[in-house]
Structures are given as C-alpha cells and as structure tokens.
C-alpha cells in the first residue's frame, strides 16, 4: 500500500491511474502502462480542482501528483501525501501584466524575488522572465 510508504519513486506509481493530464507529470508518462497504448484523455482532466483530485483520490479512482506546498495546505486526514524522490520540485513563478505599473505588484516581486531558495534549487536567470514574461 502506498500510503505506508515513507516515500516513493516514480516507478512506484507506474500501475496507479493519474487523476491530471499526463503531460503535467512526464515522469509518470513515461513508466505508466497504460500510456504505452494510443488513448484519448478525459474530457476535463486537466480543468478538475485540488479538491475535486482529492475526492477522487479518497474514493480510490487514481492518485494525484501535487506540489508540496500544494499538499502542506489541502491537508485532510482521508488523505496520504507521500514525497517521491525522483522527479524534480515544481517550480513556481510569479508572472503579471507587463503594462499593470502598481507599486504593490512591484514590492511583491521584489519580496518574492528576495526569499531564499532551499538547498539544491537553482537561480534562474535574470532574462526578464521574473518581471511579467512568458514564464509562469
């Protein structure tokens, strides 16, 4: 049972049925037997909410892939998160509307742009991404 484990590699999952679109985690694409034959995704996959996942989750209809920061604030005692160690952490970014000119918006950024980052995270950058780009 996977709920046991203290943590997981993504070949762990390859036999569970993911509740999100497969592109959102190649990782698990890639070792799912059921990606190896030609299929049509769910109408509305990748459109569910975190907390429609996890109620299919609790019903025992797949298992969802989530961010820990995502899984530390939908905390429910129906439901496991169990950390697995080999696909990289999600990566955030904070993007707005290159004309939007607030002072607020800019104070945001530059708090955000001055929180340190966990051990092994790389910098990105500075190519004007972290200022309302593309990246997000």
Known sequence: MLAGEESLRIADLADEHLLQHPDAVPEWSRVAPE???????????????????????????????????????????DVVYVPILDIPPNEVALAWVSGRR???????????????RPPGVSTPERDGTANGGDRG
């Open 35 to 77: 990606m190896r034959e030609p299929r049509q995704v769910p109408a509305g996959t990748a459109e569910r909410t975190v907390e429609e996942k996890l109620e299919l989750v609790t019903t025992g209809r797949g298992i969802s892939i989530l961010p820990e920061s995502t899984a530390m604030y939908y905390q429910r005692p």
């Open 102 to 116: 607030d002072p607020l918006v800019a104070e945001f950024a530059a708090l955000a742009a001055g929180m340190p």
